[in-house]
């Protein structure tokens, strides 16, 4: 063999071997990424090519799948009641990914999930039947509070203080997952709902952290009290009024400038909603006090997973004095999800005990059979002691009783409350967020909220917390607590 004919040899040969790495790497490694691109579309034709498992609300469902006439997406996820839902399930759309509880559960939902595979499907090579997805959703406490926000822009959430279950996750303006279902229109769907200016696919309720305002007094109270700052609920304070903002020439005034804020105890100071008491009181405590309880109550946590990741509260660090003190009334860059205010009710009527917060109770097989119970698993934390918890409870009672809370009162029930207006915009100069955060018992059972009204049709003067906010958490309280 001449020299050319070797050299052209090894050539082929070096060619060969690299085609069959190349190969390899495709078909091993290329090949699934592939297989798992979102825009590969043989995913949707597996996906859809049988009915999808469902989410469960008191029993029944609130999905469905429809058949559909075309030759390779079989079938389509339907929807009841789809805008009620619509923070609660996301959607799953032959289109796009799916989000919330469709996204989460996808693999459970579509048969895919290992823990489904029978020892017949496993030979046959066969998807299994599809699971289902039981919600902690209660439909009376959730149709309360979407009917209640009614066109407003906002968001509540409703949890059982003893059992972290979340009653409740509602955000308006709310949109219809139906019409992201079809590959054929959900395109147009798609464009109309991303240009609205009202962001009907933001779900506010987990993941839209707003300045809280004053609602976030009783985290501050918390640690005055946790602290021995104040021993008592009923101890005064010094609380000059107005508070002169440290190392400024501003003096933070109240709302009310007839209420009695001058050195006022904690319980009047919430019941009046006091701005000075608790900038001072922040000030004194200093921001790294005040951020370890934030922390306790839940901020700052970027995994509060319910399973649908909540977007982060934020309580800030490296302060000046003044920014503390403004911290102190739910201010400068303090903000909280409705989650999170609910949250801080919901340990606080528990005694001090945070039961972690989860919207899906467990997950089954085709057959009802219990894949995972998040029920027994859900961890229980103690924030604040029983002691502080009963004293801010019976201040938060005096809030609704005689205070700025007033529309929230049960008859019958007993209800603790906190109101909160936040300033927006640059120099407050667009219309200001309303906030209620509560909780109520009655006949053995518990209940806390959380409300933020972000945009209503009321005039700026007319924007409070009482006003807008309070009737949406006295809706849902009433229906978590009757027989």
């Known amino acids: 063999m001449n020299k050319t004919i070797r050299r052209a040899s090894v050539f082929a040969l070096l060619l060969t071997l690299a085609l069959l790495v190349r190969a390899t790497w495709v078909q091993f490694y290329d090949g699934q990424a592939l297989a798992d691109d979102k825009d590969n579309r043989r995913n949707a034709i597996e996906t859809y090519s049988e009915p999808l498992g469902n989410i469960i609300v008191a029993g029944k469902s609130i999905t469905g799948s429809a058949q559909t006439e075309d030759s390779d997406l079989k079938y389509k996820r339907t929807y009841t009641d789809g805008p009620l839902y619509a923070a609660v399930t996301g959607y799953a759309s032959q289109a796009y990914a799916p989000t919330q509880l469709e996204g989460i559960y996808q693999a459970l939902l579509d048969g895919t999930d290992t823990r489904l595979k029978t020892v017949m499907d496993t030979v046959t090579n066969q998807r299994a039947e599809p699971g289902n997805v039981v919600t902690t959703i209660d439909p009376d406490v959730q149709k309360a509070a979407y009917e209640a926000l009614g066109d407003k822009k906002g968001a509540a959430v409703a949890i059982d203080p003893k059992t972290g279950r979340l009653l409740g996750v509602v955000s308006t303006p709310s949109y219809d997952p139906t019409s992201l279902t079809d590959a054929n229109t959900a395109g147009t769907a798609w464009t109309k709902l991303t240009k609205d200016p009202e962001k009907p696919l933001t779900n506010r309720a987990l993941r839209q952290p707003l300045p809280p305002g004053s609602t976030f007094k009783l985290v501050v109270a918390a640690t005055a009290l946790e602290d021995g700052l104040y021993s008592s609920v009923d101890e005064k304070t010094d609380s000059p009024d107005p508070y002169r903002l440290p190392g400024t020439t501003r003096d933070l005034s109240n709302e009310n400038p007839d209420a009695p804020c001058t050195n006022a105890t904690i319980r009047t100071a919430l019941q009046y909603s006091c701005n000075n008491v608790f900038a001072k009181m922040a000030v004194q405590l200093g921001e790294d006090k005040v951020k370890a309880m934030a922390d306790k109550f839940g ?105 700025t809370g007033t529309n929230a009162r049960i008859p019958g029930a007993t209800v603790g409350g906190k109101t909160g207006t936040a300033q927006h915009g640059e120099n407050n100069s667009q219309v200001p967020y309303a906030w209620f955060t509560s909780y109520a018992k009655a006949g053995g059972k518990e209940v806390a909220v959380a409300v933020m009204v972000e945009q209503s049709n009321a005039a700026r003067s007319e924007v409070s917390g009482n006003g807008l906010a309070a009737p949406v958490a006295k809706a849902m309280m009433e229906a978590a607590l009757k027989d």
Not at 381 to 400: D, F, N, P, R, Y
């Open 299 to 403: 901020f700052n946590n970027d995994e509060q997973d319910v399973p649908v990741r909540a977007y982060t509260s934020l309580y800030p660090s490296d302060m000046d004095e003044a920014q503390t003190a403004l911290t102190g009334i739910g201010q400068f860059d303090v903000t909280a999800t409705p989650l999170q205010m609910a949250m801080v009710s919901a340990a606080i009527a528990n005694g001090g005990k945070l039961v972690s917060p989860h919207m899906v109770s467990q997950i089954t097989d085709s057959g009802g059979d219990v894949l995972e119970d998040y029920d027994d698993s859900a961890e229980t934390k103690e924030i604040v002691s029983s002691s502080t918890a009963g004293q801010l409870q019976s201040a938060m009672q005096t809030v609704v009783d005689k205070g």
